[in-house]
Each structure stands twice: as structure tokens, then as C-alpha cells.
């Protein structure tokens, strides 16, 4: 699983950074490193992703995002106005938002 | 690692030293440098900083442009003040960030009394904003943060203790709200005050081997071409370092900061539990598509308004000011003192012509730069760049490329300013070099002309079709110059800190606006008035022996300007359209595109029609002339002429705001280039099409 693909609301570990040095370092620049936790937020405009870390807010191209293995950490209840709420339904699978 | 003997940061020192010369009773007696990420408000502190007294200039060899300028810090003291482009890191990846990183290089490796860093620290993204001024830390300098956006960290409940996170970081921290003005005289009481031993090594230990030592030049990083590949920076490459084991080695020293920047989060108790912010409440509808783009075509939309229909009129008022009564009091003036006719007809054709267009392009651009601002400082720029980045990664451009490259078919000059917003230089130039080929509102009125006389009950969709082939263009051009002067500039996918939404303010806006108006002015306005007097003096220079230099009475073709374009227009016969009245068209389409259709009419002897679509006798001129040159395919040569007049350059403000962007060079190279196409283009359409007709 990495950043692109996991599921937007969760939390989840990086578990390593894949990618040329030049790219895994301004990855740990903007501190995506290995044990840092983080949480999709947003998809949309050609799987473009909004992740949550720390106080950040970062935008990636899935080609980027696709490079971050991560794990999930544990269920999160991410406040209704951060994913649509069909996103959060328990029966249903966890849908990325439209337009992609 | 490499290095290089001569970058931008020691002109950056050379220039910042030279800045607002007229603002300086005293010399500037220490250079502060202002570092900080990508939107963290560091221009705007520098305005607020500095007023007027700023400049920009372009780094030598480079297309990277700096702000300089002077900090009144005490009445009786002044600083030399540099904003230097916002970077992540002192290891940089692109030419912006090595000017950055090559600045605070020479800085460290020669500091005067005094000589400080001012690192700007976002309060809603702190961690990233740390890394940056632990690696200045490091090199020794001393370093003062200034501490931004804190109301806004406050709003979502994560607020930063200012003085708590000057204890576990080891140097003073001002707390400062440039957008309101707030703490400017605070930040200058510090640098003052500051004698750079106080806070020395108490986090970041910078006598470790292990600091960082900012290096002139840029790491060779494998996957990433060198920052200066595709630039003409000069890169001696250092055969004792291997760029593997050093780009490694900077890896594994980025960790230990970041886990650095994670123990001074923990100590000054930022909170990091997950919370929706007001921007990521906002940012749930407009990254959306379904709300995210109507929204973001409304605003492309209202800008594309504003540029157009609203500055219109207002443009129309400044220049029949101009050109009515301050002409007519100029004119009464010198015929008071007698002056020789030559002298009016200079100095009101040539001098105020120009002022003229100057003046009146000033409020589109009071226009274009406040709605910059609005979207730049709000943080809705960044979220552009989400929104239109696959658009445009599909020609290679950054995802706000899409504004200037809309905005441009109101307007070519606001679309040039607005290229501003693009922090890669390369993605800047490359943009600035497309903009012109956005088919703008002056050229409409050439198509309209055309369409109607040529095409007449198709004019509609002929005028379509050449929007369709503005665009064709732009992306033919965009393909060609990736593929060759910029085949080394590659695209990296979208990873951007978003910025938090943040309402702009009057006063910031108001002096960003004012500053940047004032640089359009002073830079754009000189090349506009030398071009303005230099069409005069071709219009006034007789050629036929009969009339006086400056005859007001003397016929187009009399002028030096007639013979210009009589020698111009056999080049245009391979294009089916070679003659004198349609060559001086074009020579007066360079100054403004709004021309043509009025040299058309003069050149003919004849009134401008008020309505291009109703060309009455002017209809029958241009039919006769174009079948004439064109061997009897009239159509055919009118949309040679059209594409032509669509691809070469818009007009000479362009010209001017180019030059004011990218530079002399660059701008004769754009310039050139476009008439090189535009004839290739109006040849290939009337060539193959007569193979068809």
C-alpha cells in the first residue's frame, strides 16, 4: 500500500520512501521519512492527493505519492468535512472522490 | 559535489548593495537575507519591510530573479535586504533554490558585523519551515526567525508559543504578522540588537563536523538532472566527491534534522493531533472537481472580465486624457513658443504616444496585479496548481501555467505578469514564452476584418478556428521548445505544501500592488516610449525630397516608414499577401495589434471603420489587394495574414514586460522567433492550402 491507494481518512505509518535519492530527500525535507504518521485526506483531479502530516497539508501527484509505502496504523474518525461522508460509510468500500 | 566560481549570490550581494541608491543619506551598514519555504508571506514582510526602496533584478546567468532592497532599521541605520526565492532546503534541486542556497554560501563564508539570516517560519506547517532554519543554523550564520501566520495556527486550535520555541531552538523568534503590518519594528529592534553569539549552539550545534557546510553550487543528485543543466551556468564538476555518497550522505543528515525538528515540536507541545482546520474544510469542496471547477472557471472567468471588459473603458478614459486634452494643452503650449511643427508632431506623436500607452495600460495592470495578489496571498494559488496540474502536465508546464495562458486571451501583458506566480524560473520562462501566442482581444478586430470581407457568412466560424489555432499553437510550441532549448528541464510530479486560506489584507495588497505598478512603469515604460519615438521618427523621415522631416501632411508612402514597407513586403509573397499597404499593417501591428485595421484604412486613403465587420470601401481595397498578390486566391492569403498576425509578437508593451521578466536576450529571442513562425506558419498555409484550392 502507499499514499496513493490507501484509503483517504486512515491513518498510516511510512513504512519507506521509494525513488531516486534526490527525490527521497526532499521527501524527508518536507518530513515524509520512514516511522512518520500520516493521513489522506482528499483525491480528486487525476488522483491528485491532499495528505495530512503533522500540521501540513501536502499535495501530491500520484506518481509522487505512489512512492511512499505505508501501513495502516489504526481506524480514524476524520471530521465530516474532511472526506465526504459516503467515504466514511462502514458498509460501502472507501471510494476516492469523482472526476479522476 | 560540484561547484562553481560565480552565481547569483555574489550578485546578489554585488546588487543588493547597489539598491535604491537614491534612498541611501547613509550606507547600508549590514546585509540581512530573508530565507524562508514557498508561501510563508516572505514578500510580503519584505514590502512591509521596505517600502519602495526595492528593485528586482535577474541573477546573472541565470532566469532566477531576486528583490533588493533597503531596510530603514533605525533613523540611524540602514540594511541592505535581499528576498531570496523560497526553497525547502539548502540542498537545492532547481536554479531558484541554488541562488538561495548559494547566497547564504557566500554569506557564511564571509559575514560582516551585523550580517544576519532572517529564516521565515510558517506557524501551520512548522516542521518543514524548521528544517529550513536548522540547515541555516548549521552553516553558522546567525539566524533570526520570524515567525508568520501564527492567527491562523491560533484559528485551528495548534497555536505556537513564540517564546517556547525560541528556548528549544536556539535563537530569537519574532512573532510577526506581515499581511497586517505587525512586528516590523520588533523584528528591527532584534537584528539590532542581535549579536548572533546569544542563542549559539544551544540546539543545533553548528561547530559539528556534521553540520551542514552550504557549498557554492549544486549536489549532483541521481534522477535529477543538475539544478544548472538546463541553464548556462557554468558546473566544474568535483572529481574527489562522488554524487551518490554525498546526495546519500545530505539523505541521511535530513533525517537526523527532521528528527531534530520532531524533539522541538514535542518540547514546545505543537499539536499534531489530527483536526479539520478551516482549510481543510475548505479545501473538501474546492479540490472537489464538482465544486472545485466551476469554481476555479468562475474566477478564470471574472479575471478574464476584469482584464477585458472592465479595464476597457477605464484604459479608453486614461488614453483620450492623453491624447485629448493634455495633447491639446501641449500643442497649445508650443505653438505659443512657436515651436517648428516637427517638434509638436514629436512631442505629441512620439512622446505622448507613448506616455500615453504607458498611462493607460497602468490600470490593467492595477487590475491584473490585485487579483495576483488576492489569489497568491489567499493560498488559493497552490490549490490551482492541484487543480489544472494534470491539464498541463500533459504539455509539460506547471499546473499554474493555466492562468496566465487564459488570462492572455483578454490580455497578453497581465498574462505576462501574472507568470510571476510560477516559482520554478524555467516553468516561469517557458510559460512567458507561450503567452504571447494566446490570441488576445486586438487581435480579434484583424479577424473580424478579415472573416467578414473574405468569408463573409462564415465569419463566425473563421474567427472560432483561429482561437482553435491559438491553442494548436501554444501547445505546437510548447512541444517543440521541450524537445529542444528546454529538453533538460524535466517535469517532476505535483508534491506542494498547501498553504492555509487566509483572507487578504488591504494594506499588504495595496503596497504589493503599488510596488509593482511603480517596477511596470519604470522598466516596461522606458522600452515603450524608445519604441514609441523610434515608429515616430520612421513616420517622419521623407524620402520623396517633397517634404519637410516631420510633415504632418506627408503621405505613409513619402515616409521612411512607407519605404520600410515597401522593402518588408516581398518577404510576405511566399505567404500570397506582398504588398506595401499589408506590410505597413504589420509594421504598426508590432506597436499594437490595435493598429492594423487603422493602417490598413490610412495607408488606403481611407476612414477606420467603426465596426471591423462593416468595412465598407476598405472591403473592396483589401479584396482587389489580396487577389492581386495572392494569383487569385484572396481567401487563402487572408488567413496566411490572420495566422500571422495571431502568431507574431502582440505588440510592443509585450515586448517591454518581456524584456522587464526575462531580459533583453531572452526577449529578442521570443521576438524573433515569433515572426520566424508566424512567416513559416502564413508560407505553409498559403503554399499547401493553393495545392488544394
Known amino acids: 500500500m502507499n499514499l496513493a491507494n490507501c484509503p483517504l481518512g486512515t491513518l498510516v505509518v511510512i513504512t519507506g520512501v521509494n525513488g531516486s535519492v534526490a527525490e527521497r530527500l526532499r521527501f524527508a525535507e518536507l518530513g515524509l521519512s520512514p516511522g512518520s504518521t500520516a493521513a489522506a485526506l482528499l483525491s480528486g483531479f487525476g488522483k491528485r492527493r491532499v495528505i495530512r502530516l503533522g500540521t501540513q497539508r501536502i499535495a501530491f501527484a500520484p506518481q509522487a505519492a505512489g512512492k511512499i509505502s505505508v501501513e495502516l496504523v489504526e481506524p480514524e474518525t476524520v471530521e465530516s468535512a474532511m472526506v465526504p461522508a459516503a467515504a466514511r460509510m462502514p458498509a460501502a468500500p472507501v471510494p476516492v472522490l469523482a472526476g479522476h | 559535489m560540484t561547484c562553481h566560481d560565480d552565481s547569483g549570490s555574489t550578485a546578489v550581494r554585488a546588487a543588493s548593495g547597489s539598491a535604491a541608491p537614491s ?6 551598514e549590514r546585509t540581512v537575507l530573508l530565507v524562508g519555504r514557498p508561501n510563508v508571506g516572505k514578500s510580503t514582510l519584505f514590502n512591509l519591510l521596505t517600502g519602495a526602496h526595492q528593485k528586482t533584478m535577474n541573477v546573472p546567468r541565470t532566469t532566477v530573479s531576486i528583490e533588493v532592497g533597503t531596510w530603514n532599521i533605525s533613523d540611524d541605520s540602514r540594511t541592505r535586504i535581499t528576498d531570496l526565492p523560497g526553497t525547502y532546503s539548502l540542498i537545492p534541486q532547481s536554479p531558484d533554490e541554488e541562488v538561495t542556497a548559494n547566497a547564504v554560501a557566500d554569506l557564511a563564508a564571509a559575514p560582516g558585523p551585523g550580517d544576519v539570516v532572517i529564516v521565515v517560519l510558517d506557524a501551520t506547517a512548522l516542521a518543514s519551515s524548521l528544517y529550513l532554519f536548522a540547515q541555516v543554523k548549521q552553516s553558522g550564520l546567525p539566524v533570526i526567525a520570524a515567525l508568520t501566520m501564527n492567527d491562523l495556527a491560533d484559528s485551528a486550535s495548534a497555536p505556537v508559543d513564540a517564546a517556547a520555541l525560541s528556548h528549544a531552538i536556539g535563537a530569537p523568534v519574532v512573532s510577526i504578522n506581515p499581511r497586517r503590518g505587525v512586528g516590523a519594528s520588533e523584528l528591527a529592534a532584534t537584528v539590532l540588537a542581535f549579536d548572533g553569539t546569544a542563542f549559539d549552539g544551544t540546539v543545533v550545534d553548528s561547530t559539528s563536523t556534521d553540520s551542514i557546510t552550504p557549498q557554492r553550487g549544486a549536489i549532483l543528485l541521481p534522477g535529477l538532472p543538475s539544478p544548472a543543466s538546463s541553464l548556462p551556468l557554468e558546473m566544474d564538476p568535483d572529481p574527489e566527491t562522488d554524487p551518490d555518497t554525498a546526495a546519500e550522505a545530505e539523505l541521511a543528515r535530513a533525517h537526523e534534522l527532521f528528527a531534530w525538528v520532531r524533539e522541538v515540536l514535542a518540547e514546545i507541545g505543537t499539536s499534531t493531533e489530527p483536526r479539520a482546520t478551516p482549510s481543510d474544510k475548505l479545501d473538501a469542496a474546492l479540490l472537489r472537481p464538482i465544486v472545485g471547477i466551476p469554481v476555479f472557471l468562475a474566477i478564470l472567468w471574472a479575471t478574464f472580465q476584469l482584464t477585458t471588459t472592465i479595464s476597457g473603458p477605464i484604459q479608453d478614459w486614461f488614453e483620450g486624457l492623453i491624447t485629448g486634452p493634455v495633447t491639446g494643452w501641449f500643442s497649445s503650449f508650443l505653438g505659443a513658443l512657436h515651436a517648428p511643427s516637427w517638434l509638436e508632431s514629436l512631442t ?74 510560477i516559482p520554478d524560473s524555467r516553468q516561469r520562462l517557458l510559460t512567458g514564452l507561450l503567452v504571447p501566442y494566446s490570441s488576445c482581444t486586438a487581435r480579434l478586430v484583424i479577424y473580424l476584418l478579415l472573416a467578414s470581407v473574405f468569408f463573409p457568412g462564415h465569419a463566425g466560424t473563421v474567427v472560432f478556428a483561429m482561437y482553435v489555432v491559438s491553442v494548436v499553437v501554444i501547445v505546437g510550441v510548447a512541444f517543440a521548445l521541450r524537445k529542444t532549448v528546454f529538453r533538460g528541464v524535466i517535469r517532476e510530479p505535483l508534491v506542494i505544501v498547501l498553504p492555509a486560506y487566509q483572507a487578504p489584507r488591504f494594506g499588504a495588497l495595496a503596497r504589493a500592488v503599488a510596488l509593482r505598478c511603480s517596477g511596470f512603469a519604470k522598466r516596461a515604460g522606458v522600452v515603450i516610449l524608445g519604441l514609441s519615438m523610434a515608429v515616430w521618427v520612421l513616420m517622419a523621415v521623407p524620402i520623396d525630397g517633397k517634404h519637410a522631416f516631420g510633415d504632418t501632411e506627408m503621405p505613409v508612402q513619402s515616409s521612411l516608414f512607407g519605404a520600410a514597407a515597401d522593402g518588408v513586403s516581398p518577404v510576405f509573397a511566399p505567404a500570397g499577401f506582398d504588398d506595401w499597404h499589408v506590410a505597413a499593417s504589420l509594421i504598426t501591428g ?54 500571422f498576425c495571431l502568431a507574431y509578437t502582440p505588440c510592443l508593451v509585450t515586448v517591454a514586460e518581456q524584456k522587464r521578466l526575462f531580459g533583453g536576450k531572452i526577449t529578442a529571442a521570443s521576438v524573433s522567433g515569433s515572426i520566424i513562425l508566424a512567416w513559416v506558419l502564413a508560407v505553409a498555409i498559403f503554399q499547401i492550402g493553393g495545392l488544394f484550392a
Open chain 2, 23 to 28: 534612498a541611501l543619506a547613509l550606507a547600508p
Open chain 2, 348 to 421: 505629441v506623436n512620439g512622446l505622448l504616444a507613448g506616455v500615453g500607452t504607458v498611462v493607460s495600460f497602468l490600470p490593467l495592470m492595477v487590475i491584473i496585479f490585485t487579483m495576483i495578489f488576492i489569489l497568491e496571498d489567499s493560498g488559493y494559488l497552490a490549490r490551482v496548481a492541484v487543480m489544472a496540474d494534470r491539464a498541463m502536465q500533459s504539455i509539460g508546464l506547471d499546473g499554474r501555467a493555466v492562468l496566465p495562458l487564459v488570462i492572455g486571451f483578454g490580455c497578453n501583458i497581465p498574462a505576462l505578469s501574472a507568470t510571476k506566480t
Open chain 2, 590 to 643: 508590432f506597436v499594437a495589434k490595435e493598429a492594423v485595421v487603422g493602417t490598413l484604412a490610412t495607408t488606403y486613403g481611407l476612414d477606420e471603420p467603426s465596426d471591423p465587420s462593416l468595412a465598407g470601401d476598405l472591403s473592396g481595397r483589401l479584396r482587389e489587394t489580396f487577389t492581386e498578390t495572392s494569383g487569385g486566391q484572396p481567401g487563402l492569403a487572408a488567413i496566411a495574414f490572420m495566422v
